[in-house]
């Protein structure tokens, strides 16, 4: 095994400050977009830029390979906090790939500055490695330096991606005749939909960002490293040993007018009286199936880290712009000593975006979804020098090409017994329009 690369000396000092008004108007012009980092909520949370050091993982191990290097980063690492709030003092962001197949590595960076906002209170960290002299501008000269306006949008074109939109419902079907068979009770199969700059130039993020953030503002707004998005998943949040995880799984579009009820739905509904949206969810026995899967494997995986765990007994209706979902909020009271990461990493990927039994599910996925999902669906958020942080998972997002000149947007949907094709098809439109928004396209 070879040696542990150098890792440099790094000291972090967060002040408090007057940061007004939207955060990510603050990031410059002049950055580069993969050296972006979001994690907003409601204009709350975090942002930050530049890149002092990072660490890419890939494989099986890559989430204790990253956690081994950010143990060894924070041991060494000189903090002055005079904040001390969640995301004060040193911090580090990150995004994991799916699958332990992925040629997608997965990366830990640490940004140069990052500014947070919390219940009122407002900070700025600045990190720089033992070598180098601390910034000259005081952070009030640095929060005066903001951009009014983050730009147009770019001229992009969206294409078919790794399996057409026509050819999605036959590969449901598959993934159905194999729950049928006995094989999965519950499979999450994901497509993709590519879009490039139609000049040819870079995709910008910045406007892609906002319009994530103002849009979808009860969601958290995240990008790290090029892979941006809104996700309404908390895969786990730990502060001050309370872990806390956001189960999703179900969903209906919003609508002026519900149509007619599908035939696993509880009677009583007609076209001229539809049922309200949100209560054929919760009445749908196959969203509500797909629930409990997804809230069982959560609930598994968190119990031998927790003392106590609070699972809810039913789900409750989170209401988004364009969808509603199913959803339960667990709870649960540390005893294990794990950061953050290693409980995102003990969670992933829980049935909500693989499906049950695990190791069933993502064969199936692998052999029916036809691409390589990168860093969708797996892990994305940050963690401070204590180890608790926030963790949600990476959906109704976009990845950002190498050459930053094309995206790749995604969108699954939990397969069971009573799918249907064409409804699953259309489930994933309507999570496509999230980045489709930010992104501009097919507006109306």
Known sequence: MAPPPELPRLRARTVAVDAPGDLLTRVPDEVDPRDVVTWLREGDGLVGWGRVTCVRTSGPGRFEDAEAWWTRVRASAQVADEVRLPGTGLVCFGSFAFSDASQDASVLTVPQVLIGRRDGLSWVTHIVTDDEPWPTAHPAELLGRTNEHLGTLDPLVESEGSIPADGWPAVVAGAVRRIERGEVDKVVLARDVAVRHRDGRSVRLAPVLERLEKRYAATWTFAVDGLVGATPEMLVRLQGGTARSRVLAGTIRRAGRASAPAPDETPGSSPEHPLDPRLRLVRSAKDLDEHAFAVRSVAEALAPHCAELVVPEAPYVLELPDVYHLASDLTGTMRSGATSLRLAAALHPSAAVCGTPTGAAAAVI????????????????????????????ALRCGELSPDRRAMRLFAGGGIVAASDPDAELAETEVKLTAMRHALGLREG
């Not at 999902?373 to 926030?390: K, N």
């Open 366 to 393: 692998a052999e029916l979804e036809g691409m390589d999902r990168g860093r969708y669906a797996g892990p994305v958020g940050w963690m401070d020098g204590c180890g608790d942080g926030d963790w949600g998972i």
